[in-house]
Structures are given as C-alpha cells and as structure tokens.
C-alpha cells in the first residue's frame, strides 16, 4: 500500500499545513502542495477511478497527468485531472463513471463480458438502425467521465496575448538550462511548466548521483534570479500553430504566445509494459513512483517488484532503495545489460532476473495488487516461457522498460516524426526554423548531457530571436551513444487477454490484432476502429506500444506503419478557456442613445443594430410600423441610415472609376446631382447598391449597403491598386451620420433648420447640397427610396445628434414619427425598390432583377459588363415581378410560388400595404408566368395555397409624383 | 497563426489580411469568346504550387501581392502590386 514517508529534501508538500477533504464521502487528510492524486495516495488510497469500459479498478499510473485513471468530479467541475489539481481545504471529491460509488460500482460486472465486447463494437453495434436508439440511451450511462452540470454559472475566462523572443516547453533540466541560456544571450525567455513547481525528472536517480539535487537547486535559482525569464508553472503548452504561435493554458486563462522561437524540452513518457492485468492498482510507471517519491514523500508499497529495461529503472530501483523502501526484484527485460545503476542494485543483494518478464499481475479480495508471476523470456517477440513461471509476493509493481520521447509539439509545428530502429524511439526531424528540441524529447538521457543540450539549444534560440542567424539551424540531439532505453516489444502474450495496451479505452492487445485482422491495418485506421489512442490521455502510454502490436502483426517494422497524427490539443483543455469570454463587436450609430431614449427595439444589420420599430405602450408590433409607416405616407418620418457605407473618391479619374465600377454612368453626372448606382461582380451579379453624389469637379461621394459596406470599400481599393487611376477612397463610414427625413410636410420641417434653398426649382429631385442644417456642416441628397420627398442629410458624426434632435423638434408640430427598419422596408416595397440580397441573391443579374434601367452597356468597360452581354443574350432564368396577394392570407418571404405542380419562383419580400389597401410582393418569378393579370398560387407553411396577381411596379404612386414634387405638400 | 510580411506595415498576423484571390491577366472583353470569358470568369487553378496572390491589409486597407507557394503554405515574398502591374 502506498504511504507517506518521512521528509525529503525537496519535497512539494507543506507539513506545517494539514488539509482535510473527502473521497468518495470518506474524510481524508493532506497537505498544502498535495495534489489530489498525491493526498489520496499518501491515505494509502489505491483504487482511485474506474475504467471507461469494464470499470476495472484503477490507480495512479504516472502522476503526472500524462494518464486518464486519475480523473475526478468536484461538486459541478467535471473532469478534475488529479495529478495536476492542487488539493484545497475541504474538497469534496467524487470517481466518475461508477454506479453506486466507487468501490461497490455495479457496471464492474461488465469486466465479466468482455469477451463479448469485442473491438470495433460500437461500430458493429450501433450499425443496424433498429437497435441504435436503444443502444445510445445504454451507453451513454455506462460509458463517459464526468456529469456535466447545465446549471452551472457561466465563467468568464480572460484570454491574453503574450510576446516573447524564446520561449521554453518544459522547465526540467534542459528546458531551465535552454532558459538561462537565451537569457544570458540577451533574449527575453518565457519558461512553461505543466507541473506546479520547476525541476521536471531532474531529481530521479538522485539516489545513483546525489549531485543531481544540487544542479537542480542552481538552476532553479538561478532562472527565478534572472529577470529575462518569466516562468509560467502549472501551465502546458496546449497547441502549436504556425510561426511559433502557442496556446498556453493555465490553470485560469488561456494565452496566446508568438514567439520568435521556441525550445522544446518536453521530456520523455513512460511506456507501460504490458502483460494480464497490468492495470491492477499497486502497478504504476517507475517515473511515476520517482515522483511521488520526491515531490510528495511517497512511497508507492512496502515490497515492490520493479520491471526494468532500462537504467532509469534502475535507478529508480535505487531511489526507493535509499529510502527505505524494500525492493523484492528487478525484473530486467533485458540480458547481460551493464550500467552503474545494475550494479549497484546488485551490490545490495536485490534479486535481479535478467531476460525475465512479467507474465500475470494478481489481486487480493479488495482488489489491490498482491503478486506478480514472472518467466522467461521466450524465443518470438510477446513469448515467454510459462514452464519455468514464478509468483513474487509484492504490493507494488513499478515498469520501467521504455519511453516515447514527447514530440507531440514538434509534429504539430510541422516537423516530421521518424522512429530509430536501433535506439527503438522517436525523433524529430526537419524542424521548421527556430524550433529546436532539447533533452530526453531529443533523446538525450544521461543527466548532464541533458543539462548541457538545453543550454546549446537555448544559444541556438537565442541567436534565431535577435535575427543573427538564418533561422537555418536545427538544434537536432549531439550523437547519442547510450544503449536504447526502450524495450523493442514489453508486451507479453496471455490467453486470458486483459493485458491493457491502452487504459483509457480498455483495450487489450487481442482487441488491437482483432481490428487488423478485420482490416483496420493501419495506424490510423486502427486508431479510428478500436479508438487506440482517443481517450483523455491521447495515446500518451499508449500509441507507441499499439504500433509494436501492430507491426508484430503485419510483420513490418515500426517505422515502416509510421505514428498517427498529432493534433493539438496536447492535452484536453478545459471549453470555459477555449470559449473565453464573448466578444460580439456591434456598431452603433451616434444615435444611439437617441433610438435608446425612443424605446427601440432594436435589430441586427450586419455588425450594427439599428431600431427595428419604436415600440408605443398597448400598441402591437404590427400597429406601430403600420403608425411608422403612415407618419411617412401623410405627415413626416426621420429614420436613421447612417449604417449605410459611405465612401468619398477624389481626383481626376473618379468619375471614371465609378463608371468602370458601377454599372451607370457617372462622369457625365452634373455636379450637384446624384444617380442611383448598381454595382456588379465579373460574372454580372448584383453585389451592391447605393446612391452616387458629385460634389465637384473632382469629387464625389456615393453610399453602399449596409452589409457591403465593409467588403465593397476593400474591393474597390483593389479594383484602384489594380487600374492605377487618377483617384483616391476614403472610407467615411464611421465619420459621418446620417438620417433620411421623408414624408409630405418633411420640406417644410427641414427649410426652418436651413438656409439652403429646397425649392423644387432650387433643389430638384435626386439633387444634392452642401451646407448647415441646424448649425452642423451636411450634405443634403433629395431621393426616393421610401417614395415621398425626402431628404438624406449626411453630417459628421459628432453633429448627429444635435442634428436629430432638431429635425424632431421641427417636425413636432406634424406630429413627426421616427421610423424603423421595418416600416422602411414597407415603404420601399410599396415603391418596388429592390434590397439587395433580400430580393436578390448571389446569382440575380441586372437582365432578372428588372434593372436594366440602371445599366449602360454603351460604355467603354465597366465590372460584369462582358458577362452580362452574355446573360442578355441568352434571357432571363427568372424575373423579379410584382405581385398582389389575393386571398387574406400573408404569405412569407421564400415561400413558393408552384405552376402545375412544380416549383416557379419564390417570394423575396412580402407587405401588407395600408396606403394600397392591399398586400403585395415582390417574387424571382419564371419569366414565361411574368406578365401583368396572370394568377399564381403561393404555397404558405401548412401547404395550403394562397392566390396572386401579377401587377406591374411600382405598387405605390407608379409615376413618382410623390417624390419629385412633393404632392399634398 | 501565421505571421505575413504587409509590404506597407510589416509583419502582422495572417488574421489582419483578407485573401482576393490569384493574380490574373483579364482577357480582353471586346476579342474573348463567350466561352474564354466564361472560363477567366469561373475558373480558378487550384493546382498547388507558387502562386502570385493578391492580399490586403483590411486596417490600412493596403492591396499588395504575395508569392505563395500553396503546396508548402509558406509566403516566400510580398510586394506592392505596382512592381508586377505597371
């Protein structure tokens, strides 16, 4: 059983800080700088989780986050990760995935039918439909960690941007020795470290080298003295994206890091062995005992078996050995191996079986580790000898015969990941510029090289950040002389099965030979079928061995099936940090706190909210943009349009600019005029809209949607870069205000604000003026869009509201309405104006949105004009036509129209008409059904059909009296 | 996120350019056929490999061309439009 020892050197923990908490409702005592792994293992706790599948009994593995058995419920936090949470004062900690509380978890019983689970199951399961419901609702109680709790209050978590010129993965020997050195070089370094304190493995083996403390204090030190390094603790570098762009999570914030280059001095993850039962609690990886040994002051059992197949294991042996700790046997995977560590284990008399493995871990009545039986080595790979098995009594089995260096990061940056046969592992290679790989991740073992590789990485990084060389350089490992520290194939056969390659998903080496032999024979087809690799740990313990079963299998090497890809994330970062904090940019108009003041309810257009209607106490939606609509038609309406984009151009070509980008012509346009423009893509689509002014000679000013605004400026600086003309844009969109004042008496109301001339005579329709409007500098355009006369007055922005505020009180006396989006869009319906990309969309040509009223295709060239010369040629596909709804019931927009039984034509936009005493429509109707008297049905949401008339537009005031004269004035 | 050198700002993040699509000679309107134009109009080269682009800096609003090599997705050099146009 595990238990806490006397004080180490270095430990973690503060005994000066008892801290209690609960488990499973049992109390339980720590310390302050536990984790919740190490607290529970100190209570000599050994079954902590149970598995994903056959809720198998679990305990720590690697303490070190690297595996998934650690996994816990805290109150609504799902998916607590043990190894890396620190324990706090009166936590109350729960298992996941069990039925009745962790030790007497019913679902245990399915341990029992596994072989009736077999790999591939939820495929082959779920692959009839009949049965799939059923399934589902079973498996998702039986299967899955935490209880997500939907009532959980929201947290907002920040999000940072950081810069720095190095920045360092991984604060072990090489990662604290790479710090230093770029520091020392004059860079200013960023240090990582997904543990909570500095150090990494640098410990381990302290008990062969004592001198291993000592260098770790120094450099420790030495990197929290240096004010270049910032040091980031509990923190993993999550995701690598390019140019050296690095997620960073901490425990509370997400941070985005550029750096203009990064060491890697990510470690190396013991591999598990694995053999029947390698998942019994009391069997963990021998760094995994170094760790809690020298940050918690743990000893992992009273008589422990160590399986070894390399001297970190070893000295691992030696580790426990000094304290105290009996060591029953070194199991060594491998023969007539020779070391200082083997040696020294045999100076003490520990029984040391070389060529042996182990065959079966056995467990006692509370399910915890008892023995192991250990044999020969046998001829073929996974062999061994049964005939000549022994059972060693133990309660604790640490397996140390390999390791995957962790180059998840360097994969993901673009390097590309080849395997060493001969050392077994593997390596990064092609680094993309200014990445180096530092330490074991480059394979390099021996401590001091260790210490010595960072630091050369670290000069290397250094250089690449302060541009005095190419970035060329790869920091690749210096040539590694020592014996493989990986074990070609620690995998043991066994007719029973339950040797566990991978622990997060339950699956056995029969499970992954199974998927091969059905044809996943792939790695990453494999990994797709039997879910290898796919839990929360990644495929950390687990990848490495699946492609030596693999292999074995196809009878290929290694190297030759290759690794999955690695994507980030490194390791599962918590959604409340990916999601950050909402950030919804929304433009408002410097009328805002005007529309605000009015009540509106508003609406989205594009990035903006404008006022949908302003809403009046015990008046409907309906009744109040019928009233907004009326105010226009017989009296005054004011409405907000300064979402439009707006857009100056100067110089000597702007007016042949326009021409070449509008579909109109506008250098023939008088100065002080305005004319509607129509704005076309190459393929003569309809992209936008808006109104084109000239100020003078050399200037104009025109309006975009506005949804385009945005995109039509950046295509018309293109179009500019492009043609080279004498002109130049300015994007004047956020500058300017701007509010259209529209009804029969609006001239009046605006002529006591204004000393210009708006006489018919002195400022016709479609005319356009500068000067004061209520003591603010506006530009004034006469136009017509809701159909009455009006006037869109356009004032610099900080001029809005005093300009607003005067129009309404000018236009009190006729009782003006401010008017919203909504009653806008009746308004212009009843005229037959088009908005674009409501009526049409990303194939209407001007030959199909009747208008080719504001096109010239006599002009030179303009954008769309070859293709449209095309489309006219060949006629319109569809026609956008007014239409009268017959019956009394409204259709929708988009509901369609149907001839003989097929589909016709769709309505775009739909209106009751108060001024028409009628409902209208405009429709993308086929052409032959568009002329004027013929009858249409319109399939509304419930099937039923509605009758329509074909009617010519415009609906309302068809001559335009209204707006050019200003008629009942 | 990748680092893309703005010949008239420098090195900002990818996430500040808009993409407008490959530089291309427009056939002459008045001689193309039908099917010529159809084919500048809707056709695009979506073989990888170098590709002069045009890339704008949407703050500044600045058009400019960048090689691409769109095999390796690696900007190999940016410069103003001017250079390659007139």
Redesign the interface.
């Given at each position: 059983m595990m238990r806490r020892l006397p004080p180490m050197a270095d430990e973690w923990i503060d005994r000066s800080r008892p801290l209690a908490f609960r488990f499973e409702a049992a109390a339980y005592q720590g310390f302050g700088g536990d984790t919740i792994s190490s607290a529970l293992a100190a209570a000599g706790v050994m079954t902590v989780g149970r598995s994903f599948k056959y809720h198998r009994r679990r305990g720590l593995l690697s303490a070190a986050n690297h595996d998934s058995n650690a996994i816990f419920q805290i109150g609504r936090r799902p998916t607590v990760r043990g190894d890396v949470t620190p324990l706090e004062p009166g936590l109350e900690v729960t298992a996941v995935n069990t039925f009745g509380g962790l030790e007497r978890d019913k679902a245990q019983l399915i341990d029992r039918l596994a072989p009736f689970l077999p790999v591939g199951f939820y495929y082959k399961a779920f692959h009839g439909k009949r049965l799939a419901a059923r399934w589902e609702r079973l498996f998702r109680r039986l299967t899955g960690l935490g209880r997500v709790d939907l009532a959980a209050p929201r947290e907002p978590t920040p999000k940072r941007y950081a810069f720095c010129h190095v920045l360092v993965i991984g604060g072990g020997p090489s990662g604290l020795s790479a710090a230093l050195a770029a520091a020392a070089a004059g860079a200013r370094v960023l240090l990582v470290e997904e543990s909570a304190q500095l150090g990494g493995s640098g410990l381990h083996g302290s008990a062969l080298d004592p001198a291993r403390a000592a260098t770790i204090r120094t450099l420790v030190a030495r990197v929290a003295a240096d004010k270049r390094i910032d040091v980031l603790c509990s923190t993993y570098a999550a995701g690598y994206?390019?140019?050296h762009?690095v997620a960073l999570a901490e425990p509370h914030r997400l941070s985005?890091v550029?750096a203009r280059a990064v060491v890697l001095a990510s470690g190396a993850i013991e591999q598990p062995t694995v053999f029947r039962n390698n998942d019994l609690p009391g069997i963990l990886l021998a760094s995994g005992a170094q760790r809690l040994l020298y940050r918690y002051a743990i000893a992992p059992g009273s008589r422990v078996c160590v399986v070894a197949a390399n001297d970190q294991a070893c000295e691992a042996a030696l580790d426990l050995l000094a304290q105290g700790v009996e060591v029953c046997a070194v199991i060594d995977l491998r023969r007539g191996a020779a070391g200082e560590a083997l040696a020294r284990l045999r100076g003490a008399k520990v029984v040391i079986l070389e060529g042996w493995a182990p065959y079966e871990a056995h467990a006692g009545a509370g399910g915890a580790l008892t023995a192991i039986t250990v044999a020969p080595l046998g001829a073929s790979p996974g062999a061994v000898v049964t005939a000549q098995a022994r059972r060693l009594q133990c309660d604790a089995v640490l397996l140390g015969t390999g390791w995957a260096p962790a180059l998840q990061l360097a994969a993901q940056a673009g390097a590309r990941i080849v395997f060493d046969e001969s050392l077994q592992r593997h390596r990064a290679t092609e680094l993309p510029p200014g990445l180096f790989v530092a330490g074991r991740a480059a394979g390099v073992g021996d401590f001091v090289a260790r210490v010595a590789h960072g630091s050369q990485a670290g000069v290397q990084a250094a250089a690449v950040a302060a541009g005095t060389v190419a970035a060329g350089v790869s920091g690749g490992a210096p040539g590694d002389v020592v014996p493989s520290s990986s074990h070609p194939f620690a995998i043991i056969d066994h007719p029973g099965g339950k040797n566990f390659v991978d622990f997060d998903e339950d699956l056995q080496v029969r499970d992954l030979e199974n998927a091969a032999q059905e044809g996943f024979d792939s790695v990453e087809l494999m990994k797709r079928y039997s879910t290898v690799g796919m839990g929360p740990s990644q495929g950390k313990h687990s990848n490495v061995n699946a492609v030596r079963v693999l292999a074995r299998k196809r009878g290929l090497s290694v190297g030759e099936l290759g690794l999955t890809t690695a994507r980030p994330m490194y390791h599962p970062v918590p959604l409340k940090l990916l999601a950050g904090r909402s950030f919804n940019a929304e433009r408002k108009t410097p009328l805002d706190s005007r529309h605000t003041a009015l009540g509106a309810v508003w609406m989205p257009a594009a990035n903006w909210r404008r006022p949908e209607y302003y809403p009046r106490p015990g008046v409907t939606r309906e009744q109040c943009i019928r009233e907004e609509v009326r105010a226009v038609r017989e009296r005054i309406g004011l409405i907000d349009v300064g979402t439009l984009g707006k857009i100056e151009i100067y110089g000597p070509e702007a007016g042949a600019f326009l021409d070449r980008v509008y579909a109109g012509r506008y250098s023939d346009l008088k100065v002080g005029m305005t004319r509607y423009g129509l704005m076309l893509d190459?393929?003569a689509t309809i992209i936008d809209d808006g109104v084109i002014a000239r100020l003078g000679e050399q200037r104009y000013y025109f309006t975009t949607t506005t949804s385009g605004s945005a995109t039509v400026?950046?295509e018309l600086?293109?179009w500019n870069?492009?043609w080279?003309l004498q002109c130049a844009l300015v994007?004047v969109t956020g500058h300017r205000a701007a509010v259209n004042i529209a009804g029969p008496k609006s001239r009046a109301a605006l002529q006591t604000l204004t000393n210009i001339d708006l006489s018919d005579a002195a400022f016709p329709y479609l005319a356009v003026r500068e000067g004061q409007v209520a003591g603010v500098a506006a530009r004034l355009m006469r136009v017509g869009f809701v159909g009455e006369i009006g006037y869109e007055v356009h004032v610099p922005w900080a001029g809005a509201a005093r300009l607003w505020d005067a129009l309404i009180e000018a236009g009190r006396r006729d009782e003006l309405r401010a008017f919203g989006v909504e009653a806008q869009r009746v308004l212009r319906l009843e005229k037959g104006h088009l908005i674009v990309s409501q009526d049409t969309d990303g194939l209407s040509n001007p030959v199909e949105a009747s208008s080719m009223w504001a096109v010239k295709m006599q002009k030179p060239?303009f954008v769309g004009?070859?293709?449209l010369r095309?489309l006219q040629a060949r006629g319109p596909r569809q026609l956008l036509t007014g239409l009268e709804i017959l019956d009394g019931r409204l259709p929708r927009e988009s509901h369609l129209i149907i001839e003989a039984g097929e589909i016709a034509g769709r309505l775009t936009s739909v209106a009751r008409s108060a001024a028409l005493g009628r409902n209208v429509a405009l429709a993308m109707l086929r052409p032959d059904l568009a002329t004027v008297g013929r009858e249409l049905s319109i399939r509304v949401d419930d099937g039923a059909m509605v009758r329509a008339k074909v009617v010519p537009t415009p609906f309302y005031d068809p001559a335009g009296e209204r707006q050019k004269s200003g008629v009942a004035a | 996120?990748?680092?893309m050198n703005c010949p008239l700002n420098g090195p900002r993040?990818?996430l500040e350019f808009?993409f407008?699509g490959e530089l291309r000679a427009m056939p002459d309107?008045d001689r193309?056929s039908?099917a010529q134009?159809?084919d500048?109009?809707?056709n695009r080269n979506g073989a990888p490999g170098v590709k002069r682009e045009?890339w704008?800096h949407?703050p500044s609003?600045f058009?400019f061309i960048a090689e691409r090599d769109t095999l390796r997705?690696v900007v190999i050099a940016t410069y103003p439009?001017?250079a390659v146009?007139?």
């Open positions: 994206y390019d140019d762009w985005k550029r190459e393929s400026f950046r600086l293109r870069a492009l080279g994007n060239y004009q070859r293709s095309i | 996120m990748k680092l993040p990818v808009a407008g309107p193309a039908d134009w159809a500048y109009v809707w045009w704008c949407v609003g058009w997705d439009c001017e146009l007139r």
